[in-house]
């Protein structure tokens, strides 16, 4: 714990990137669960006189093409974006590990099926794949989850795989099968536990790509619809007053994105750091 | 007739993030031409720090504080980095230990020989074909034609060697660094590797600096033999001097853990205690912790030279 | 040669498993593609009747064989919005998409390479800092966010470049007669060099927005892989064989970190195949992307699938490129299969 504890402190002092990340991802999580009650505007409130005006004292972010007030948009739709990646990351952190420690534990044929159906997701482009399943399920934000988590399945499977694998044939867990425990204990009780830290870098490096991917498909218009307000359809709706100049119409709701994948991938680099120092870049 | 290597006073450190090493502290050392010269210590001695700098290969973290390091009256501490670039390889050469990985994993070995021979040789197209395979039949490399196209990794550790051999004695150099050359061969194949760079030296006249750790093999090819502890240079003489009448406490102690065909495991003895650690200060005498016949006068400095016989001098207050 | 034909050989799993997913997503998951073929208008009988026709009434194993056989022939079926062949609209565009592709690759590729070398080469330097600056802040841009300003600012606010508004401005210049189909090398053919000019000048955008995502992994494996060949032993036995710093570099150094580079490129185009659907949406480009983000909105279905499995399949092509790659660089690679 003390090593631990030496490590927290010397990658948050040695960088201090990472605790910028966590403040303001401590920040956009308080917008995702209080967004409405913090937004100073209802986020679907059209007001015809007010259409396209710039930033202001009234309209920080300024409004968009119906009048509604970007400011209040970007913070609600917090909840939306950040929902879906978190969802995403996590059914297919659950669902990788459990099918990474079945193929690592038991080896033989359900390691060579569950290999080889990760491989063929691996063989699609991975945007294309999860355009192909939001097509072919139904264009509705849960599809646009799931399509997320199966392309990103093979990810924490693989690294799940691998990590029981070595770990089946250590010392304790030789002797904890010794000892007359059956295989569901033996991963759970002592080999889960331990992928446990490594895996959660991985989910937090991961988190980053999942709210790309799906702002991603909202941009091409599948999952969520307008008026909804979400980051990437936000970005698609402002794109066509970039001729005229009504610049902040998407670059508000796209920084946001940028912010949000930014402090994700410094949070994966910085816990990566803590767990493990030596493989630092 | 002067030394064909000088290294004269030389003190070296290393500025890391936790503190300075204190590497090397006046080290002086020469060889001659001909001359087989061993270096002598634990890992950490500061020997493989002293054949690089004599290089003028140091870290980019080490730091030269005094002395200097003459190569046929080259400054190698301060040449200009195309004068070192074309003495390397050229005029001095090096081997390293753990040969698979000191050779480029994905160049054919011939190709490797062939660079360093277009960098310091004018041999081009054929004759420079055949100036590889000679280098690699001079090693004794069978059937060098097919060897030549191999990569490191179809060789094995012993015929790896014998490239990296080939490779460094390719442009005849003046003297040849060995550093732990045979680590990691097994022992057959360290005495053939021994006995090439030997026959290599007394044939060409080369020089030849061995760094090892290895008191036994160092006795067995060197006719000098320079003992280092915590980066001095504790004892220097003669090999047969040196190994009959040891006079610096450190050099009976390394003797002793030695094995000899004559000793059984009961007879040897390890060296009590472990290097002091460079960053601290240190005593005048950096191995009076270990030492059994320190006495206050140990601690003063400096610490002087004594003569004991005819080139056989040990840097020590009470010498055996 | 042998050893090219095994490669190819493993690619047989991979485009098996390709064709039956699609299968799977067109056949095998919930919604009735008999009803939806059959149109707003149909009633329980014109369902059926589509459902035999379209053999939907099989059994799942026979209706993948009918599959196979169609694509074997090279049968992708209707494209609804069109009215053509999947597979002759596909063609028609893929070359836009790979030209597009091609440039992003290229300039990712030409950027990357030297500022990882650069970076790896004076560690710990204003350059080594940028250089992860970029690759941190590259890896966090949307690329349709990337294009969007890109547009804004090139187009809008500096005026430099010419419109979004597709592969070639059809005001000023007609499109050189098709042969490859890809402007660039058609009007070079066609001696056309205005036009070359034109469709180039039409690409640096949307390439660059496309390329700048690829950049960021290139660039950070680069500058790993450089800092661990730096640091290896035989760059110590150059060293010390007097090799000049320039062939260290690039013969030594650069060569052993080209193999991690050749892996981190499947990654890659996995990412711009991807990204160029977004890209060519944001810049109006022609090409399958566009096609396809049409085809998803207007739910049409088998436009869908052919675009998936024609992209599946330029992907598992370029991996077995890159897997020749690896292995022309590495000869270690060769025997180790």
Redesign the interface.
């Known amino acids: 714990m003390n090593t631990l504890a030496r490590n927290a402190a010397h990658a948050f002092g040695e960088n201090r990137l990472t605790l910028v990340a966590v403040v303001i991802l401590a920040l956009l999580v308080l917008c995702a669960i209080f967004g409405p009650s913090l937004a100073p505007y209802d986020p679907l409130m059209t007001d015809g006189a007010a259409r396209l005006v710039p930033p202001s004292a009234a309209h920080p972010f300024g409004t968009d093409a119906l009048g509604r007030d970007i400011l209040s948009r970007v913070i609600v739709a917090a909840r939306l974006d950040l929902g879906m990646a978190v969802a995403a990351a996590l059914l297919s952190f659950v669902g990788g590990l459990a099918l990474g420690a079945i193929a690592g534990y038991f080896g033989g044929w359900p390691d060579r099926i569950i290999s080889?159906v990760m491989?063929?997701?691996m063989?699609?482009?991975?945007?294309?794949?999860?355009?192909?399943?939001?097509?072919?399920?139904?264009?509705s934000v849960l599809n646009v989850i799931v399509a997320t988590v199966i392309i990103n399945l093979p990810f924490y499977c693989r690294f799940a795989r691998s990590e029981v694998n070595v770990r089946r044939e250590m010392g304790y867990v030789e002797a904890a099968r010794m000892g007359g425990n059956t295989a569901l204990p033996v991963l759970v009780t002592y080999i889960v536990p331990n992928i446990l830290p490594p895996m959660m870098v991985q989910v937090s490096l991961n988190m980053?790509w999942a709210i790309?991917n799906a702002?991603?498909l909202s941009?091409?218009?599948?999952g969520v619809r307008p008026p909804t307000p979400e980051w990437?359809i936000m970005?698609?709706e402002?794109?066509s007053f970039?001729?005229s100049?009504e610049?902040w119409t998407?670059?508000f709701p796209?920084a946001a994105?940028?912010l949000a994948?930014?402090c994700f991938?410094?949070l994966g680099d910085g816990l990566r750091d803590l767990l493990d120092p030596k493989r630092r870049? | 007739m002067s030394a064909l290597l000088a290294i004269e006073e030389l003190s070296l450190v290393f500025r890391t993030r936790h503190g300075t090493v204190r590497a090397l502290e006046d080290v002086s050392l020469t060889v001659d031409r001909g001359e087989i010269v061993g270096v002598v210590g634990e890992s950490g001695s500061g020997k493989s720090v002293m054949a690089y700098a004599a290089l003028g290969l140091q870290d980019a973290a080490a730091q030269v504080l005094g002395g200097r390091i003459l190569f046929g009256g080259l400054d190698m501490l301060n040449a200009a980095p195309d004068v070192l670039a074309a003495t390397r390889g050229r005029e001095v050469a090096m081997i390293f230990q753990s040969p698979r990985t000191a050779l480029n994993p994905i160049r054919k070995v011939g190709q490797q020989i062939a660079d360093v021979l277009l960098e310091h040789t004018t041999f081009r197209g054929a004759a420079l074909r055949a100036q590889v395979i000679e280098a690699l039949s001079r090693v004794r490399i069978p059937d060098p034609e097919r060897r030549a196209e191999a990569y490191p990794f179809e060789l094995s550790g012993g015929m790896c060697q014998r490239v990296m051999i080939a490779m460094a004695l390719a442009c005849s150099p003046a003297l040849l660094i060995a550093d732990e050359p045979t680590t990691g061969l097994d022992v057959t194949t360290q005495a053939v590797i021994m006995d090439l760079v030997r026959e290599m030296s007394r044939t060409s006249r080369m020089s030849t600096l061995l760094i090892t750790h290895d008191l036994g093999l160092a006795g067995e090819y060197c006719d000098r033999i320079a003992v280092m502890h915590a980066g001095h240079i504790v004892e220097i003489a003669p090999t047969v001097e040196l190994l009959a009448r040891p006079a610096h406490p450190y050099t009976r102690q390394l003797l002793a853990s030695t094995p000899t065909p004559r000793t059984t495991i009961a007879d040897l003895v390890s060296i009590p205690g472990q290097l002091p650690d460079l960053r601290q200060e240190l005593p005048a005498c950096r191995f009076s912790a270990r030492c059994e016949r320190h006495i206050p006068l140990c601690d003063e400095r400096p610490l002087p030279w004594t003569v004991v016989a005819p080139g056989h001098a040990v840097r020590c207050r009470v010498p055996l | 040669m042998h050893f090219f034909w095994k490669r190819l050989l493993g690619t047989i799993p991979s485009l098996i498993g390709v064709v039956l997913v699609t299968f799977l997503l067109s056949h095998a998951l919930p919604g009735d593609p008999a009803a939806y073929f059959a149109g707003p208008a149909a009633n329980a009988t014109s369902i059926a009747e589509v459902r035999a026709k379209l053999g939907l009434d099989r059994s799942l194993p026979v209706q993948f064989l009918h599959y196979a056989d169609d694509l074997r022939q090279g049968n992708l079926g209707n494209s609804l919005t069109t009215g053509q062949p999947v597979l002759s609209d596909l063609i028609e565009r893929l070359p836009a998409s790979i030209e597009l592709t091609f440039f992003a690759l290229a300039f990712a590729v030409v950027a990357a390479l030297p500022l990882g070398v650069w970076a790896a080469t004076r560690p710990d330097s204003i350059v080594d800092h940028s250089c992860r600056a970029l690759v941190s802040i590259g890896a966090a841009f949307p690329t349709f966010f990337i294009g969007l300003l890109f547009v804004y600012l090139f187009y809008f606010l500096f005026d430099i470049a010419p419109q979004p508004l597709g592969r070639l401005n059809e005001i000023l210049y007609t499109a050189p007669p098709r042969i490859t189909g890809a402007y660039t090398i058609d009007s070079i053919l066609a001696g056309e060099w205005g036009v070359l000019r034109a469709s180039l000048a039409q690409l640096i955008l949307p390439s660059v927005s496309l390329g700048m995502f690829a950049l960021a992994p290139i660039a950070r494996i680069t500058r790993a892989a450089m800092l661990q060949a730096l640091g290896s032993d035989f760059i110590r036995t150059a060293r010390a064989s007097g090799l000049p710093t320039r062939k260290i570099l690039i013969n030594y150094a650069f060569r052993n970190a080209l193999l991690p580079v050749t892996n981190v490129l499947g990654m890659v185009f996995s990412f711009l195949l991807g990204g160029s659907v977004l890209i060519e949406q944001v810049y109006g480009w022609q090409g399958v992307g566009a096609y396809a983000v049409t085809a998803v909105i207007s739910s049409d279905y088998a436009a869908v699938q052919g675009f998936v499995l024609t992209m599946a399949f330029l992907y598992v092509m370029l991996n077995l490129v890159i897997d020749l790659l690896a292995t022309a660089i590495d000869p270690r690679v060769r025997f180790e299969s």
């Open positions: 080889r491989d063929t997701i063989a699609f482009p991975l945007f294309v794949l999860a355009m192909g399943i939001v097509a072919a399920l139904g264009n980053g790309l702002a991603g941009f091409i218009g599948l990437g970005v698609s402002g794109a970039i001729i100049g610049w998407f670059v796209g994105l940028v994948v930014f991938n410094l870049t």
